[in-house]
């Protein structure tokens, strides 16, 4: 991927003391998710560095040890490197491999006007692909955090209308792949300057950093190291109707609260007391 800094590609007008002042004035009425933040912040202090990517501490509500994580396929074949579905079973695969979670796939709607919707489903994730527009990203995770803080359901969407940097690099949409669904169940970036860390949670192009690494399965025994009083994840297979949520690659995203060279962030309301936190892989800057 290009390291340039550039400007974003996903606009709202909205920077500087705006943005802040919209984001004090949710978490003033939010005052459960405060809790939990300030709560995480601490706990996070405390950590070894020897784990250490964890995105805010989001994670999943659950009342057992390990759970079984319902992961929605609505995948469908892309072009040159980017077999969607194949890449998706070695990822689950692969993030299974941790003694935190694991997840259970099944085939869910793939229509070309459901994969570009991608509606969350309660309790579930959901991961898609589409031609979703030359709009900047390559890869669009979301998360929807419930009045408690807690991921309630989430989405992964891989954009095929970059199929021509999948095609350049073998590697690139194993990473994207990977990590879109890393950050699903809460993990964030072991580093955001391009170097390699050995793992699809960096921002390297090396061959070493399309698959999950010890690392990561140590960053997931500690953030799902507590259990919590209820789950906030769907405890059966059976598929309720698809959320309406937007949200998938079109403008607003919500409000931009951080921006780096490889990656965005944008938060918005969900209207049900909990945010949509959204996360941004950003397409190369000479990309067509």
């Keep these: 991927m290009g390291g340039a800094k550039r400007e974003s590609a996903l606009k709202t007008g909205l920077r500087g003391g705006h943005t802040f002042s919209f984001l004090l004035g949710i978490l003033m009425k939010m005052r459960n998710l405060v809790a939990a933040a300030v709560a995480a912040a601490i706990t996070l202090g405390s950590f070894s560095a020897s784990a250490s990517h964890s995105w805010n501490n989001y994670h999943w509500a659950r009342t057992t040890a390990s759970f079984n994580l319902q992961t929605l396929d609505s995948t469908v074949p892309g072009g040159t490197n980017a077999n969607w579905p194949s890449l998706l079973g070695t990822a689950a695969s692969q ?9 259970v796939l099944s085939p869910f709607t793939n229509t070309s006007q459901s994969r570009r919707k991608c509606s969350a489903v309660p309790g579930k994730i959901r991961v898609c692909n589409a031609a979703y ?25 891989m954009n095929d209308s970059y199929a021509s940097v ?20 809460g993990l ?5 300057d391009g170097s390699s860390q050995n793992t699809c949670m960096d921002y390297s192009s090396s061959p070493t950093s399309t698959s999950p690494n010890q690392h990561d399965y140590d960053e997931l025994a500690i953030i799902y190291q507590h259990l919590d009083s209820y789950n906030s994840y769907s405890t059966t297979s059976a598929v309720t109707a698809a959320e309406e949520h937007s949200m998938a690659g079109e403008v607003p995203l919500g409000h931009l609260v951080h921006q780096g060279a490889f990656e965005e962030t944008w938060v918005a309301p969900d209207g049900k007391g909990g945010l949509w936190i959204n996360h941004v892989t950003l397409a190369p800057p000479d990309a067509e």
């Design 188 to 192: 964030g970036h072991t580093s955001e």
């Design 95 to 103: 993030w299974s491999q941790s003694n935190s979670l694991n997840l």
């Design 166 to 185: 999948y095609a350049g690099d073998a590697n690139e949409a194993k990473h994207v792949m990977c990590q879109e669904v890393g950050h699903t169940f």
């Design 133 to 157: 527009g030359k709009n900047g990203w390559l890869g669009l995770a979301s998360i929807n955090l419930d009045a408690n803080g807690h991921i309630s359901q989430g989405t992964a969407k």
